[in-house]
Every structure is written in structure tokens, then in C-alpha cells.
């Protein structure tokens, strides 16, 4: 504790220096830029206003980055000596940020910026003024940004003018769809908006060449009241300028696809200094691919063939490209992939065109359009076909610590199908630090091993699933055996699962084969006689697990990189109903007639339904910092065969990814006084919580995180013949049973992967006695230490 003292007040320390004066080394007639302000224009109605988020970029100047209010970034720069080059000198000006003086210049351009971007919003009678405060305090400089956005300009008209004639048809029948409506406000974002989406929507017809520079506008202010008039002009394609040097137009090409060359092996160095490589290339045409490749194929062309939608003499559509582009990444064996159309020429004597009467065209009078070639060219660059991974996993407390690690090897090609083949070793070890602990030790290996398809594997044709994205199989087996002080089991689990997505950023998991064996060879008579929880006694038993999983996941993180995010997981499961079934049409029930119940392979299989939802959300206030949370709830319920759910389906609350003031299964359930045992066993077959953390960056890979946890574990129903009633979940008083804990964290961000180190404090331990919860004084037995591998969610 008085090492622990010392560095406490080493940081308080540097925080109240920090806090002390960073303007000594200021020239005098400069200003330290202090703070920047923005009033956004509360005078608009909320739904038309720009808020004062949104208009923070395009001010030039901010103020230094800040570290628990205080300016310890300046003050750690001011702290290196300017005449010394040394180590020490350049980490602090490394670490550091020289002070942000203010610039008048930058000042005034800012403001010019604001007015800017209000214009293009719409609001041309819009003004932007600043004040700058430099007498509160010396030397420093307060900068606000006064916004006023006045009445906006409207659409007041919409009409087209086709230099295209050909496009009239195609367009025209969209409008449906358009983004500009009569009324709203002439936001030149949303008019940009709407010349992507002709374009991406050309883009899927044929139009290769089409960009939004085919579209223009043209605003007509000039019948007065804030109206806008809107004309939206397609243009024709540039084709090059005549001997006088004017510009000739035509219509712009609708094109085909022609050829499409696959390389499955491309290596871009070789493909650039080896001048023979094309000679030694080989080419396989398989269902309108050409295959090209040296030596002997990777992957079999079947399994390109799936994963290109796109055929010769289709029209071009980027949303086919696209998804191509898609499905040979989620094979999981290609490092890049890169689609590139060459277009073909023609012949001076030869030119195809192509007829198109639309809806609602005059059937009378029919247009053209010339029609051309592309050339598609599919180089993929494969990844490293076998690989290795070590993940580690630590926790401590005042009575004991544990480390797991596990080993894996994957083989992403091992049948020339893009078939990923993993296994992986775990070996766990848990150490008392209780000196009158009988048992000290617990160890766990196991070994997991797996076989992903790249494709439904079903006992019937799969044509109608091609629509399907990403389509997948996995195989796993596994065997893993657990030696703890008070019992010794082996878990058997076999499985097969089918996993796909839609179009957007929802997954979907099926898993009709979900067999598990729980073997319990040795069972502690003392722990059976100490356990007052006798619903948990009968959780260790051996037991065979058939079921059946549905899966959910919703994560939209990829899509908005750097902004905010939500991410959604619900997991349904079922077992023993078809077994109890058969079972009661073809066999007797054995045991007591207090508790009878049926077998399968001479072991009593479980019956039980359980769920759980996850719904987390990511919201940046800061380039790299982000308030992040995440509610929780999960439930199971065991009947028929089963009188209590298996140990390995119960829930728990603590650990890296839980509640991290406790270390796993040391929390709840409800208010039962925590059981004097060796090592912890705290289940049930319910789980509320609630997390929240806020992350922020301290210096390059090291991030920082201050959390918020919330949250416990029950009983579903009351039985006073097997455990406490203090452990069920009643709705009128859980909210008192609720463990509270805050806490600070480490990340260290290597690019692959995050390492985390979580110190979580109790503020609320529901397990105490009465009196006793809230916990006032601090002592390390009131905290943990958790390691983990990425975001905790």
C-alpha cells in the first residue's frame, strides 16, 4: 500500500503542475490559445439548425489536447530543456504539444469558413462573427464562433433537361426515388447526394463510363421570396474534339462484359520486374472464366466460378462487381483482390447500338445508344495459406489469480477449396492464494479443431441459396478436460453450423447439430455436503446435450469507420425436444417416482430453452475518443427431462468482458452471502447488466478507458427446497441486488489485435452483509486485475 501511495500522489503531482501556469515562455503581445468556442444559431428550429458538432471542422485553430482538464500536454513540452537533444528532452517534446497561439489570420479565415459551409446548406443569408477574449486571463485567449443562420432558400421547382435522350427513359421512371422534394431546403450536400445516386444507379445499368460529372444543376433565384427553381441537366458523354478543337459529344455507351480473366495466384512484384512471367502462364476456362495461372492452381476454378457473379456478355452492373469483390474476400484465402475493366476497341467500321423503350415512352419513336466492350481483370493476391496464433488471458484479486492460454494453428486452403482448416490447444491454471486452502490448484487443457466451407454443404441441390452472401459450413470438434478442487470432467462437443449475411450488416448463425457430453468422473463429497445451492449440485451431473442454435448479429463498425457505431447479438437455443420425443414413444422413464426421467446412450440428456441479447452502441466525441455502452440480458429455463440447466449454460457475472470489479463466477447470485469455498461457483439462469466506458487516447498505441459496470445474476424461480430466496429475481427489489464498480483501463493498440488491461474497483458488493454493501473504504480484496484480448464490446 505505500508503493501503491506513492504513485498516486506522483500523478497528483504532475496534475497540479500541469494545472499551474503554461504561459511563461509566451512572447509577450501572443496569447495562448485557451479555448474555442461555437454558438450554434438556437434561434432555428432544431430540425433545420446546424449544431455546433458539425461545424467544428472547418474551424482552423484548436486548442491543445487535454488531459483530465488540465493543459499537461503544454506543461510536459515546456518541461524539455530547448538546448538539449537528449532522450529525456525529445520524449518530452515527443509526448508533449508545443502551445497553440492564436492567429488572428486563421481566426478570420475560420469564420469565412463558417459562412461558407452555411451557404452551402442553404442558408445564403446566413452570418458568422467571432469575439476573442484575452482579458480573463494572461496571456490566454478564449476564441467564440457565433453562428446565425436566418431564413434558408428553398426548392421551389424540380425539372430535367436531357441532353441524353437516350437517358430520358431510364431516369425519368426513378424520380420515385429522388432525394429533392418540393419545399426543402437547396442544400448543396444533398444536391451532391443526388448525383451519386443517378450515378451508382446508371452504374448498375450498363453505364461503365457514367460519373457524376455527367450530372449538373442549375439554380434559378430570380423569382425572389427565398425560392429556389431546380434544374437537373444530364449531359452527354466527351468523345474527343474535332480538327477545329470543339468538343464532340454522343450519347453515352452502354457496355458489356466480354472476357473476364481470373488470376488466382497474382503476385504484383513479379507481375511488374519478371518480363517471361506471361509466357509461362497457363490458361483453364471454366462456365465463362478464364483462369490463368502458373504451374498448378491453388484453388479449384469451381470454387471461383461461386464466388463471381459475373458472366460474359452480361451488362455492366458495379453492384455485381461489387459483391464479386465481396465473395472472393470472404473466401478467407485471398490477401487483396482487385477488379479492373479495360474497355475494348472498336473498329472504325463497326459500330453496335443498342434500343431501349422505357416506361412510359412513346412507343412511336424509339432511341439509340452506341454499345461497347470491357475486358474484366480479377488479379488476386492469396494471403499466407498456414498461420499461427497465441492468445492470453489473466486475471487477479486478493485470493488468487489465473492465466489461460491457448495456441492455434489454421490452414486456409487445405483442400484446394478454400476450406479453412484451425486447430487450437488451451491450457489454463488457476493458483489459491488462501494459505488454509485445501486444494491450491486448478488446471484445464483442451484441444478445439474445425472445418469452414466457403459454401452450404447440404444433402440436396443448392441452387436456391446462390443469393445467399457469404454462405458458410463449419465443422468443429472439441474435447476439453477440467481438474478443479472440488470435481474433474471432460466436455465432448460436436457440431455443424451454417452461417450467411444479407446485403447490409446483419449476420445469421444456424446450428441444427449441437451435441455435447459432459462427463463428471469426480465429484468432491465435501463440496456436495457444503453446497447449500442444491440446483447448482445437479448442474455438475453428467449430462448429454443435444440442441439447436439461432444466431443474430447486427454491426454496422465496418461501414463507419472512425464514427459511431451500433452492434447487435441475440442467441437462441433449444435442447432435448426431439430426443424427448423418440424417447417417450420408444423407451421407459428410469429413476424415483419423485424424479423420473429418460436416457439416451445410458446418460440423462438435458431439456432446457435459453437466450440472451446483447445491444451495444459507439458514439465518438472526439477523433479518437468514444463513449461507449452496452446493455445485456440473458435468461434459461430447464423442464421436462431436466430439472436445472447445465453448468456450462448457466450465466456468471465478472471477468474481463463482465462485471470487472470481480474476477468470473465470483458475483451474485442476488444477495446471497458469497459461500466460504476455494474457488468460485456463483451461477444462475439469469443475467442483467449494463456497462459504460469512456476511451480516450494518451499517447500513440496506448489508450486509455475509465468504465462504469452495473449488473448480477439469479435465480428464475423459487425453490426453497435448493437454494436461498435471496438468490431469485423478484422485479421489486432486484434493482437493490444490482453490484456496482468502476474502474480504469489500458489499450494497446499493435494494429492486429488490443491488448487490454482492466483495474476494476467495487463500489457495491450486493454479496455483503446488510450494512456492509456499500463500500467506502478502499482495499485491494475490493478489486481485480483483467487481462484480455480486444474491446470488451
Not at 427431462?641 to 468470473?664: E, K
Request: charged residues 25%; aromatic residues 14%.
Amino acid at each position: 500500500m505505500p508503493g501503491l501511495r506513492r504513485i498516486f500522489a506522483a500523478v497528483a503531482l504532475g496534475i497540479v503542475c500541469s494545472a499551474c501556469s503554461v504561459t511563461r515562455h509566451i512572447p509577450e503581445g501572443q496569447y495562448f490559445l485557451q479555448k474555442v468556442t461555437i454558438e450554434d444559431d438556437k434561434s432555428t428550429p432544431r430540425k433545420e439548425r446546424i449544431p455546433a458538432s458539425e461545424l467544428e471542422k472547418y474551424v482552423r485553430q484548436t486548442p491543445n489536447k487535454r488531459f483530465l482538464g488540465t493543459n499537461f500536454y503544454v506543461w510536459l513540452y515546456e518541461q524539455a530543456d530547448p538546448d538539449k537533444h537528449n532522450g529525456w528532452n525529445n520524449w518530452k517534446r515527443k509526448v508533449g504539444q508545443a502551445p497553440v497561439l492564436l492567429d488572428m489570420a486563421l481566426t478570420k479565415k475560420s469564420a469565412e469558413n463558417l459562412k461558407i459551409y452555411m451557404d452551402s446548406r442553404g442558408f445564403f443569408s446566413s452570418q458568422a462573427t467571432y469575439e476573442v477574449d484575452t482579458t480573463s486571463r494572461r496571456k490566454r485567449a478564449k476564441v467564440t464562433y457565433r453562428t446565425r443562420q436566418r431564413e434558408p432558400y428553398r426548392i421551389d421547382t424540380i425539372s430535367y433537361e436531357f441532353r441524353d435522350r437516350f437517358l430520358e427513359q431510364i431516369i425519368l421512371p426513378d424520380t420515385v426515388n429522388t432525394l429533392l422534394h418540393r419545399g426543402e431546403i437547396f442544400d448543396i450536400t444533398m444536391l451532391d447526394r443526388e448525383r451519386e445516386r443517378i450515378t451508382a444507379y446508371l452504374k448498375e445499368r450498363g453505364y461503365f463510363n457514367f460519373t457524376v460529372n455527367n450530372i449538373e444543376f442549375v439554380a434559378d433565384t430570380l423569382g425572389g421570396h427565398h425560392e429556389v427553381g431546380v434544374r437537373v441537366v444530364v449531359k452527354q458523354h466527351l468523345t474527343g474534339y474535332d480538327e477545329r478543337g470543339q468538343a464532340v459529344m454522343d450519347n453515352n455507351m452502354v457496355y458489356r462484359i466480354d472476357r473476364i480473366n481470373i488470376f488466382p495466384d497474382y503476385d504484383p512484384t513479379a507481375a511488374r520486374t519478371d518480363s517471361t512471367l506471361l509466357q509461362r502462364l497457363d490458361t483453364t476456362y471454366f462456365r465463362g472464366l478464364n483462369v490463368i495461372y502458373e504451374n498448378r492452381p491453388n484453388l479449384r476454378p469451381a470454387i471461383l466460378r461461386q464466388a463471381v457473379p459475373l458472366y460474359p456478355n452480361y451488362i455492366y452492373n458495379s453492384a455485381q462487381v461489387n459483391k464479386a469483390y465481396t465473395d472472393l474476400m470472404a473466401l478467407g484465402y485471398f490477401k487483396t483482390a482487385k477488379i479492373a475493366f479495360v474497355e475494348q476497341p472498336q473498329a472504325v467500321d463497326v459500330t453496335n447500338y443498342v434500343s431501349y423503350i422505357g416506361q412510359g415512352a412513346d412507343s412511336t419513336q424509339t432511341t439509340y445508344t452506341r454499345e461497347g466492350y470491357l475486358t474484366c481483370n480479377i488479379l488476386c493476391t492469396p494471403t499466407l495459406k498456414q498461420s499461427f496464433k497465441i492468445d492470453l488471458e489473466g486475471s487477479t484479486t486478493s485470493s488468487f489469480y489465473g492465466l489461460k492460454a491457448t495456441v492455434g494453428y489454421q490452414n486456409r486452403n487445405i483442400f484446394r477449396g478454400a476450406e479453412s482448416f484451425d486447430v487450437s490447444f488451451t491450457a489454463g491454471y488457476e493458483f489459491m492464494k488462501a494459505p488454509d486452502a485445501k486444494k491450491k490448484r486448478a488446471t484445464e487443457f483442451g484441444v478445439t479443431t474445425g472445418l469452414t466451407f466457403p459454401r452450404f454443404l447440404l444433402p440436396w441441390r443448392t441452387g436456391r441459396y446462390r443469393s445467399v452472401n457469404l454462405p458458410k459450413t463449419k465443422i468443429e470438434l472439441s474435447v476439453n478436460f477440467q481438474d478443479r478442487p472440488y470435481y474433474r470432467r471432460t466436455l465432448s462437443s460436436a457440431g455443424l453450423t451454417y452461417q450467411w449475411a444479407n446485403k447490409r450488416y446483419s449476420t445469421f448463425s444456424l446450428r441444427p447439430i449441437d451435441i455435447n457430453v459432459v462427463d463428471v468422473s469426480y465429484l468432491d463429497p465435501d463440496f456436495l455436503n457444503d453446497t447449500e445451492n442444491l440446483y447448482l449440485v445437479n448442474s455438475y451431473k453428467t449430462q448429454f446435450i443435444a440442441g439447436l442454435t439461432f444466431g443474430y448479429g447486427f454491426n454496422n463498425q465496418l461501414k463507419h469507420l472512425g464514427g459511431n457505431a451500433t452492434v447487435i447479438r441475440f442467441n437462441a437455443e433449444t435442447a432435448g425436444n426431439l430426443i424427448d420425443g423418440l424417447a417417450h414413444l420408444f423407451s421407459h422413464p428410469k429413476g424415483s417416482d419423485d424424479d423420473p426421467y429418460y436416457t439416451i446412450f445410458k446418460i440423462r440428456y438435458s431439456q432446457y430453452f435459453r437466450t440472451d441479447l446483447s445491444l451495444s452502441r459507439k458514439i465518438m466525441l472526439g477523433e479518437k475518443t468514444a463513449l461507449a455502452g452496452r446493455l445485456y440480458g440473458g435468461v434459461a429455463m430447464a423442464y421436462g427431462n431436466s430439472t436445472a440447466i447445465p453448468f456450462d449454460r448457466l450465466f456468471y457475472a465478472g471477468g474481463s468482458n463482465s462485471m470487472r470489479g470481480w474476477t468470473p463466477r465470483t458475483l451474485g447470485p442476488g444477495s446471497v452471502p458469497r459461500p466460504d469455498t476455494e474457488f468460485p461457483t456463483q451461477l444462475g439462469d439469469m443475467k442483467l447488466e449494463a456497462n459504460l466506458e469512456l476511451r480516450f487516447p494518451i499517447w500513440g498505441i496506448v489508450h486509455g478507458a475509465t468504465f462504469f459496470d452495473l449488473g448480477n445474476i439469479w435465480f428464475l424461480k423459487s425453490d426453497p427446497g435448493q437454494y436461498s430466496d435471496e438468490a431469485v429475481f423478484y422485479l421489486k427489489n432486484f434493482y437493490k441486488q444490482l453490484g456496482f464498480n468502476t474502474g480504469i483501463g489500458l489499450r494497446f493498440d499493435i494494429k492486429f489485435a488490443v491488448l487490454r488491461l482492466d483495474w476494476g474497483i467495487q463500489l457495491h458488493n450486493p454479496n455483503n452483509p446488510v450494512g456492509e454493501r456499500w463500500i467506502h473504504n478502499f482495499r485491494w480484496k475490493n478489486t481485480a486485475l483483467n487481462f484480455g484480448v480486444g474491446y470488451p464490446f
